[in-house]
């Protein structure tokens, strides 16, 4: 099957956030009133001053408020065993969001709740997951082009960031996968809800209402917000050392190299991550022990291990210095913790360790639960190699410490995620059953287990080449390229793994962004063309005008491109192919060769060129006709594809998304999130349900509909093909089957669809499979050609066609006998020509060789190969397109000159494989036999001229046996 090239984005270089921050932060420093609230927060109480350590700006409403209060500043955690609850009290998860729910639904502007949104980020094609609350409404409801869900609204968003994993279990405040309660507010120009005074104001209430917070404990920070292609200032707030939110008014959009323009909607994103919360008002040791509260109690019982409190209560308080990306000397800051905590260094750590580790167990299993059921897959591409990594850390932790026995082995683990549901569902509501979830897990499970011997052996050469030592670099390319987790790589190396290794991986894709595409032809001049498609899909014949002529810039200006005002002829998209037929202009036929969609304007690609001035064309009149027999096979296949996604999901479970898809005249194929290879059996199962559906008639609607109403009703499944901006969306439903947001043609009636093949299927990456088939006309041909072939084969054999297979067989079995007669044969015929090498007179032999290629030799020859350097022989074999030789020591022959020779007839290039050191076992020899200062070659595959050959061996002193 030959293969087609998918159109992805170019990746390009950009500045990273971090950078895109400096650029902005010194201007918004100088001019704190046109970038800040300065007056509400005036209003407030609170008064600006520059931060003595960080030299941030920030507002307090206390004198003894000394620095910002970032615990960096403050030197550590102070609301540690000194919550703000009375005693005997205890705020939950869930209750933490409860309590923000109830103050921003009854602010004076009241914020509608609403549910979180998928962690996988299928709507956008910039970014993997959902790492912030507004990743859920950029770019669309940030630059206008769609109607948020709620205006204000608040979110308790599950997020997930992968660049602090080497912090996870020691700081207490960071984590892989996090709720963030999200602020979210859009004002248009013509619809102004509130922005930066209402936004301090809600956020004070909610500190000091609702948690009972005393606003001396309060400090502002003003700082700079970037993410997502967007910019504006931001107010951090802190809380005894704990910063609990970040407030942040979008009023830039940016571009990769950190320039910026202002956005017409102004945005508020607040930020708030929910996990702090009952932490800072119980005042635990460590927010860890509170979140996962029943998945933590769980594990601590089944793994005998807790926490020594006595340890934990006092370094809490400090454990805000172990960030690896902010920790100037981290070992320095290990023994300033030992100090406090009044024990020996190395017996703090090894009192935190086992714990800081159940902490990544559980950090990292929900993380992977939540990704998983929203549609993730662990591999090796995209955002799925974050889920591998953390999985196979998990993997790695738990085998480290003699854990897989303790915790149950797969079915303890199995059993740990349904504590997290339980954590959950106070928040999120009950989590629904995923049927492929366990499996999922448990061959990812035996991946690991069984990290393959190519990729190891490819860590092996490099760790050679690189003297035993890594650069971060080097441990991206192993865990990226090669798929080996860092504790494999850590294990066959010997290396620690670095201690910032997940934040540089992180950091070097987030330097990394996808090139917008490149228009060719602007349209923005000329009025809309009127889609008759959509309307009438059995239009085939219509009229239009001419409203513009252009130039193809990319075939040496053909004047070939005419944009009419109405248009029936479908344009390539959505991964179906353009119509084709015919237009007649003046008397004139044209053929329409190529339909393409540039903004507002359908442009028909036509053949031959226009000739003369376009002016004479434009307003002129046009008689359309489109190909119906092209225009059928691919509604059938583009239909096709909706039915064999559907029959995908019920045969293989509800992990299958849509990853791509494409469908051509000849052959359609879908691509799936799918985590192994299928079976023939999967493939029989999947073309049958599909067969189903089509025989059952089931009605296919195609209507236009709000997106917000279609994701209330339909849910983010509907964005199987991507992206789709605007406030509307066409969906196409299979009645009782299937229903998703697409642009393409489709039939009224599965049954229209004619009936599925499936030709076959296989893995083009790591976590995603390939479908290919037909539907209609074209199933109907190959099987047609199948009938004939059985039928051929009856008549061959004489035979009835449930016989087929037995005879088959039984000649299959046959063959196998002969082909093992032959090949003993060929060894005795090559035992007989080694004879005459070794024990002949000649030193150099040249034998023509008969076979097709050069398998008997290096399966046999190895047994001589000890006798030939002794004996001081040389044998070079010439078969139809090949050479084989073995040669006593490597000086015998030139192999330059020889590589040379070759060239001549082979331009293109070959491969030339050799070694100076043989092995061969002997059945019942228990080591093998080595040969070393030996010269074996093969040069297979390659074209020559005999007589040239055998005339340069002969003047090498070869002698034709």
């Known amino acids: 099957i030959m293969e087609d090239k998918e159109d992805t984005p170019e990746e390009i270089s950009c500045l990273s956030v971090k950078e895109i921050k400096n650029l902005a932060r010194p201007e918004f420093r100088a001019n704190p009133e046109k970038f800040y ?11 600006r001053n520059e931060c003595p350590k960080c030299n941030n700006f920030y507002w307090r409403a206390s004198e003894e408020r000394d620095t910002c209060g970032d615990s960096n500043c403050v030197g550590k955690y102070t609301f540690i065993n000194n919550g703000f609850l009375e005693e005997g009290k205890e705020m939950t998860y869930a209750d933490a969001w409860k309590g923000f729910e109830r103050s921003l639904t009854n602010a004076k502007v009241p914020c509608k709740s609403i549910p979180r949104y998928p962690i996988v980020a299928r709507w956008r094609n910039d970014v993997d997951f959902t790492a912030a609350g507004i990743y859920c409404f950029q ?18 968003q599950f997020c997930a960031r992968f660049n602090d994993l080497d912090n996870i279990g020691l700081t207490g405040r960071h984590y892989s996968g996090f709720t963030m309660l999200g602020i979210q507010v859009f004002n248009y120009p013509n619809d102004y809800k509130f922005f930066k005074d209402e936004c301090i104001e809600f956020n004070y209430n909610w500190l000091t209402e609702e948690l009972k917070i005393p606003k001396e404990e309060i400090t502002f920070v003003e700082d700079v917000w970037a993410g997502g292609g967007n910019l504006g200032p931001s107010i951090e707030y802190f809380v005894r050392g704990l910063e609990i939110g970040n407030m942040v008014f979008m009023q830039y959009k940016t571009f990769p190299d950190g320039s910026r323009e202002e956005l017409k909607i102004k945005v508020i994103d607040t930020g708030i991550g929910l996990e702090r919360i009952p932490w800072l008002m119980n005042g635990n040791a460590t927010s860890y022990m509170i979140v996962f509260k029943n998945a933590f109690e769980w594990l601590s019982e089944r793994l005998q291990v807790a926490p020594d409190m006595d340890v934990w209560e006092k370094f809490g308080p400090y454990s805000s210095q172990l960030d690896v990306d902010e920790a100037e000397d981290i070992d320095k800051t290990w023994q300033q913790i030992a100090d406090v905590v009044g024990k020996d260094l190395e017996e703090v750590r090894e009192s935190i360790a086992p714990v800081k580790d159940m902490y990544i167990v559980l950090d990292h299993t929900r993380t992977v639960m939540i990704t998983i059921i929203d ?55 009950e989590f629904k059953e995923y049927k492929s979830f366990d499996e999922i897990i448990e061959v990812e499970y035996d991946r690991w287990s069984n990290t393959d011997e190519a990729m190891q052996a490819n860590l092996k050469k490099l760790l050679k080449k690189k003297k035993n030592q890594l650069t971060l670099d080097d441990w991206d390319l192993c865990m990226s390229s090669y798929g080996i987790p860092a504790d494999t790589i850590s294990k066959i190396s010997g290396l620690e793994i670095p201690t910032n290794l997940y934040y540089f991986i992180a950091d070097k894709k987030e330097r990394l962004t996808k090139a917008a595409p490149v228009i060719l032809y602007d349209t923005s001049h000329l009025e809309e063309t009127k889609n008759l498609y959509y309307q009438n899909h059995h239009l085939y014949e219509f009229e239009a005008n001419i409203n513009d002529v252009f130039l193809n810039v990319q075939e040496h200006n053909r004047q070939n491109i005419v944009i009419l ?10 991964g179906q192919l353009h119509d084709t037929g015919e237009l007649f202009i003046g008397g004139d036929k044209y053929e329409v060769k190529n339909i393409e969609k540039v903004g507002k304007s359908v442009l028909h690609f036509i053949e031959p060129d226009l000739p003369g001035d376009k002016q004479d064309y434009i307003g002129k009149d046009v008689k359309c006709v489109i190909d119906h027999k092209r225009r059928n096979q691919l509604r059938s296949n583009h239909t096709g594809t909706h039915i064999v996604f559907a029959s995908c999901r019920k045969i293989l479970g509800p992990h299958v998304w849509q990853n791509g898809a494409k469908k051509t005249l000849d052959m359609a194929h879908l691509d799936i999130t799918h985590y192994k290879s299928l079976t023939k059996e999967q493939e029989l199962a999947i073309e049958n349900e599909a067969n189903r559906i089509i025989c059952a008639s089931a009605n296919i609607n195609k209507y236009m509909m709000s997106k917000s109403d279609a994701e209330k009703e339909f849910g983010f499944n509907l964005y199987q093909g991507g992206i789709v901006p605007g406030n509307e969306l066409r969906i196409v439903n299979i009645e009782g089957v299937d229903t998703e947001a697409c642009c393409g043609t489709h039939c009224d009636n599965t049954s229209e669809v004619g009936w599925i093949k499936m ?55 046959d063959y196998k006998k002969l082909n093992a007669q032959t090949n003993k044969q ?16 000649a030193d150099r032999l040249m034998i ?114």
């Not at 927060?41 to 008064?47: A, P, T, V």
């Not at 060929?826 to 007179?841: E, F, N, R, S």
């Open 375 to 429: 549609g993730s897959l662990p591999s090796n591409v995209g955002g799925g190699g974050n889920v591998r990594n953390i999985l196979r850390r998990v993997f790695a932790v738990l085998q480290k410490n003699g854990w897989w026995e303790k915790i149950g082995e797969m079915k303890g683990l199995l059993e740990l995620f349904e504590y997290h549901k339980k954590d959950l569902e106070g928040i999120f509501g």
């Open 139 to 156: 770019p669309y409801c940030v630059t206008g082009e769609l109607d948020p869900p709620a205006n204000p609204l608040i979110q308790p």
């Open 565 to 574: 005002s109405q248009s029936a002829f479908y344009p390539t998209s959505g």
């Open 37 to 47: 609230p300065t007056e509400t927060l005036s209003k407030l109480g609170f008064s």
């Open 759 to 813: 030709i076959n299927s296989r893995r083009i990456s790591d976590g995603i499979v390939r479908l290919y088939y037909i539907a209609n006309e074209k199933a109907m041909e190959v099987m047609n050609r199948e009938t004939i072939l059985l039928q051929d084969l009856c008549k061959l054999w004489g035979i009835d066609q449930p016989q087929i297979f037995p005879t088959a067989k039984r000649f299959f079995e």
């Open 848 to 961: 023509d060789s008969d076979h097709s290629n050069p398998r008997i030799y290096f399966s046999n020859i190895g047994q001589y190969a000890s006798e030939v350097k002794e004996k001081g022989k040389s044998v070079i074999f010439i078969g139809p397109t090949f050479i084989f030789g073995l040669f006593s020591s490597k000086d015998v022959i030139d192999l330059k000159e020889l590589e040379e020779l070759l060239k001549e007839t082979n331009p293109d290039g070959y491969e030339m494989k050799k070694t100076e050191k043989i092995s061969f076992k002997v059945k019942g020899q228990k080591k093998p036999t080595q040969t070393k200062d030996i010269l074996q070659i093969s040069i297979p595959g390659i074209k020559f001229d005999k007589e040239v050959l055998q005339k340069y061996f002969t003047e090498k002193e070869f002698s034709i046996l």
């Open 826 to 841: 060929d060894g005795q015929i090559l035992g007989l020509q080694m004879k005459v090498v070794l024990d002949g007179a």
